[in-house]
């Protein structure tokens, strides 16, 4: 016979071992579903992952192609670089072969040009030389000596005025008296002794105008400046060149200086008409090395502009480069988490059929529970 307070302590226990039981059966279910869930998820995400992959891989392929098409592109842009660095490096060659050999052609003809400078010196000395009070006396001088009126022949000549008719006139030069050409003193030197800019006009002319004489003014001069010792080839009747110098100073000082001048401006014209011809050559030629040289510098601003493209290149095909290996290195991460997440699954492909299994048993547990624990309880107490 089961008294009233055995019954009460089956009911007391009875109650606590069924709520215990039956939280442990909720928490079990709990975690199964929550597992199961996860396992679910898992598996989701490793086909999202391998969805992930594949547009990876489709976005690599594209870029591989166009890394590529890049390469290939500044590989071709490479070749034309080193080309024009080739051909401007021809040019520069050239430039500095003909710039050096300008330059020596330039030295020999200013070597030349020096040559000729003390007779520029000597003219314009001669030019100096010559004072006012002498031109002065000169003007005074009515009936010149036929020196003094040679000596102008030689300045009309040289500075291209005109002179009168050629034709013989018996003259007296040293008190010896011989046939020379009729000189053009009264009819067209006193109006140019007249002039009062006779000097600076002479000085003018040395200092501007003395590359314009030409061998056919030279030609003209030189019979009053011939003088041959040899009495075989010497032709005239004084035993001296017409316009002698030293002859001239005894007549009149400015006369010696204008002898002078003429004399020393046809030496001028003999020693520089080698160097003008080359003078004027090498104009054009530095005229041809500007425009080379302005070539040069158009082909190096070219191969400049090419050579930043290609370094433009460059830098997109390494940044392409990068951004691949980035791909790369994603997918690869990728790839690792997802064999991780399978291998994963797959160790717990066991636990997930038994927990699939538990969860369709839980409700059947928990009707259990009741007779289970009646029968516990009744066995203890």
Not at 33 to 48: C, F, P, S, T
Not at 266 to 290: C, F, G, N, R, T
Request: with cysteine; charged share 35%; proline share 2%.
């Amino acid at each position: 016979m089961v008294s009233c307070r055995s019954f009460l302590c089956f009911i007391e226990y009875y109650k606590k071992l069924y709520e215990l039981k039956h939280e442990e059966v909720n928490v079990l279910e709990k975690s199964v579903i929550i597992g199961l869930r996860k396992l679910d998820e898992a598996a989701q995400n490793v086909v999202h992952m391998q969805a992930e992959i594949e547009a990876q891989e489709e976005i690599l392929r594209k870029e591989d192609d166009k890394t590529n098409k890049l390469l290939v592109k500044v590989q071709g842009e490479k070749a034309k670089a080193e080309k024009k660095a080739e051909e401007v490096g021809s040019i520069k060659k050239d430039c500095e072969a003909n710039a050096a050999s300008i330059n020596e052609d330039k030295e020999e003809a200013n070597r030349q040009l020096q040559e000729a400078l003390p007779y520029l010196h000597e003219a314009n000395a001669a030019c100096q030389s010559i004072k006012d009070k002498d031109i002065v006396e000169l003007k005074g001088n009515k009936s010149p000596v036929d020196i003094v009126k040679y000596t102008f022949d030689g300045v009309l000549l040289l500075l291209g005025l005109k002179v009168v008719e050629v034709k013989p006139e018996d003259k007296v030069i040293n008190k010896v008296t011989g046939t020379f050409i009729k000189d053009s003193f009264d009819e067209h030197a006193k109006g140019m002794l007249a002039d009062i800019n006779f000097l600076k006009n002479l000085k003018y002319f040395a200092e501007y105008q003395r590359d314009g004489i030409n061998d056919e003014t030279c030609e003209l001069i030189e019979p009053y400046l011939r003088y041959d010792p040899d009495p075989n080839r010497h032709w005239s009747t004084w035993k001296h060149a017409v316009l002698d110098q030293a002859l001239a100073r005894k007549a009149n000082a400015a006369a010696e200086g204008l002898c002078k001048f003429v004399g020393a401006m046809v030496m001028y014209h003999e020693a520089s008409k080698i160097v003008k011809p080359k003078m004027d050559y090498l104009k054009v030629q530095e005229a041809k090395l500007d425009k080379a040289r302005q070539e040069l510098a158009e082909a190096e601003a070219e191969l400049t502009r090419v050579q930043n493209e290609v370094a433009a290149l460059d830098r997109q095909l390494q940044a392409a480069y990068h951004a691949k290996a980035e791909l790369e290195a994603n997918k690869d991460a990728a790839k690792k988490r997802t064999e991780a997440a399978n291998r994963l699954l797959l160790g717990l492909g066991g636990e997930k059929d038994r927990w699939t299994e538990d969860a369709t048993t839980f409700a059947s547990r928990r009707l259990a529970l009741v007779g289970d624990v009646a029968l516990a309880g009744a066995f203890v107490t």
